[in-house]
């Protein structure tokens, strides 16, 4: 059985940083398509950052530049480091995946606004992420 465990998580003022960690298990590495979403209170779950098999990642309009995630050497652990954090970026982060691999294999996984969460089937049970102005 696949589990997502995520990490790192807390509360920061405006300007720092943070990073977040999810360790996978109980699945054959690498992971074709997973990343991060986040919703915060009252909101959708949206996309954050992704990575593929190949190592491409695609970043929501609203963290590039300032979020970037990675694999650990034996892929799977996943990585966001969140930098110059905002008020706006508090929400409660969760790890995702999808295990199909469809998403990789059709060419959607780093394609922004192709695809909603509903798309992977497998989470953590996610972190919080507080930022105060």
């Known amino acids: 059985q696949v589990q997502l465990v995520e990490s790192g998580g807390g509360s920061v003022q405006a300007g720092g940083s943070l990073r977040l960690s999810c360790e996978a298990s109980g699945y054959a590495m690498p992971m074709s398509c997973w990343g991060w979403f986040r919703q915060a209170a009252g909101k959708d779950r949206v996309q954050v950052s992704l990575i593929d098999e190949d190592g491409d990642p695609m970043y929501a309009d609203s963290v590039q530049g300032r979020f970037t995630i990675s694999q650990g050497n034996a892929k799977n652990t996943l990585v966001l480091q969140m930098n110059s954090l905002k008020p706006e970026d508090s929400a409660i982060y969760y790890c995702?995946?999808?295990?199909?691999?469809?998403?990789?294999?059709?060419?959607?996984?780093?394609?922004?606004?192709?695809?909603?969460?509903?798309?992977?089937?497998?989470w953590g049970q996610g972190t919080q992420v507080t930022v105060s102005a």
């Open positions: 995702g995946a999808d295990l199909s691999g469809h998403l990789f294999s059709s060419g959607y996984c780093t394609t922004p606004g192709t695809w909603g969460p509903a798309a992977f089937n497998s």
